[in-house]
Structures are given as C-alpha cells and as structure tokens.
C-alpha cells in the first residue's frame, strides 16, 4: 500500500546541531509539504514543493531548509538547531493541484535541547 | 481575523450521545475546498473528509455526518452515538485561491468521549 513515511520519530539534539529529518512517500504526489505543530499555534507550513527541483518558503521558513531531488523525498534541514524549534513535524503530501487533500505522515518530535 | 474559527476549544460528552464540532469560515473566493482532519491521542493526522464550494449536499459516513452551509459559511460535523474511540482534536481546514491553496488551519477541538 501507498504511504507517507517520516524519520526519526524521535529526535533529541543540542543547540547549534544540524539536524535532517526525513519524509518519503510511495503514492507518487507532486506536491509535498512539512509542517510543525506547537500548542497554541496549531499547524504552521514551513515549506512546500510542488515538484522536482521546486520549494517554497511557508509562513515559518526561518531557520529550515528544504530540497526536492526525487518526487519521493522532501527531507528538512534545521541549519542550526534552536530550542525554539523543538516541535512535532509533520510531513504531506498530494496530488497536482493545490486543492487536492494533504495526506500526512506520521510524524517526528524534535526535542532541541 | 481568523480565516477559520472552530470556537469549541474543548467538548466532553458521554458515550452514545451525539455531538457536532463547528467551523466557521471566511473567504472572498468563490472556488474553495474546506476538509476536516481527525487527530487521535497517538498523534497522527487523519484525513476525514475534503468538500468543494459548489457542492452543498451533507454528506454522511457511518456516524459521521457533515453539514457544509454557505449561506453562514458554516462546515460542521456531526458525530451520532459516540464511542470512546472518538476521543480526539478535530481540525477544519480551508483551500483558497487567495492563499494559493495552502490550507488554513482552525485551532482544532478537543472531543472527549467518556465512557
């Protein structure tokens, strides 16, 4: 079956690390996205991709990166781990289209210590 | 202004009793798409259901049920007989052109089913 896969689920590190989490998907969608999720603020888009070799900057894109090599995989960067990052981060991705509905991974916590 | 406002923070009822969450929008489109995902205690989001704005039929799905009413810009869900497993945050979403289709998420709420 089709999926949405992230790696670590789980992740610790220490301020001023570089820390890549992983996103992979097998249903073949163009558009893929990374969100974080911290209470009070719901889900926030950090940044998208509608294609290979295409990324977008979302609303909290400071401090993230994103590169898109393959239809598969969008992995995202933290340059330099803050503790303001410590967050749960959720992939997703769809079919072409904006309108088309967001299937999501299952999920990374980020604890940045 | 919140573009999507589920004004419910928290909801607790008793098992078997019906419940309906609400989610009012806002948009000056007149093509958008509004979805309501699930997220149960283990942390996963779960895709429920995704209505256009041209079709204003209720749609129903075993206990669930939806209410989409543009006349109040109005997206509600209704769940029949709850069961524990419902227990959840419930979020609503919107997908307009004047945001470039990036969804706009209401603050979810909180549905406890007590057994």
């Known amino acids: 079956d089709a999926e949405i896969t992230q790696s670590p689920r789980h992740k610790i590190t220490e301020t001023g690390r570089q820390v890549t989490l992983a996103c992979h998907q097998t249903?073949?969608?163009?558009?893929m996205f990374w969100y974080r999720q911290d209470l009070g603020h719901g889900l926030r888009l950090i940044h998208y991709?509608?294609?290979?070799?295409?990324?977008n900057k979302g609303e909290v894109s400071d401090g993230y990166s994103v590169s898109r090599s393959n239809t598969e995989d969008l992995p995202l960067t933290l340059e330099s781990a803050a503790s303001s990052q410590t967050s749960v981060y959720f992939c997703?991705?769809?079919?072409?289209?904006?309108?088309?509905?967001?299937?999501f991974g299952p999920g990374t916590r980020l604890l940045v210590l | 202004a919140q573009k999507v406002t589920q004004a419910q923070t928290e909801i607790s009822v008793v098992e078997k009793e019906d419940v309906t969450l609400d989610c009012v929008y806002e948009?000056?489109?007149?093509?958008?798409?509004l979805f309501w995902y699930k997220q149960p205690p283990s942390g996963e989001l779960v895709f429920l259901i995704r209505r256009n704005s041209f079709d204003e039929q209720n749609e129903i799905s075993g206990r669930y049920s939806w209410n989409f009413q543009k006349s109040t810009s109005s997206f509600n869900f209704t769940i029949t007989a709850s069961q524990v497993v419902d227990s959840a945050v419930y979020f609503c979403?919107?997908?307009?052109?004047?945001?470039?289709?990036?969804?706009?998420w209401g603050a979810g709420t909180k549905l406890i089913i007590k057994p």
């Open positions: 979403a919107l997908s307009e052109v004047e945001s470039n289709y990036q969804l706009i």
């Open positions: 997703a991705s769809s079919e072409s289209g904006g309108e088309e509905t967001q299937y």
């Open positions: 991709s509608y294609g290979v070799q295409d990324t």
């Open positions: 249903w073949n969608h163009n558009n």
């Open positions: 948009t000056r489109d007149t093509t958008y798409y």
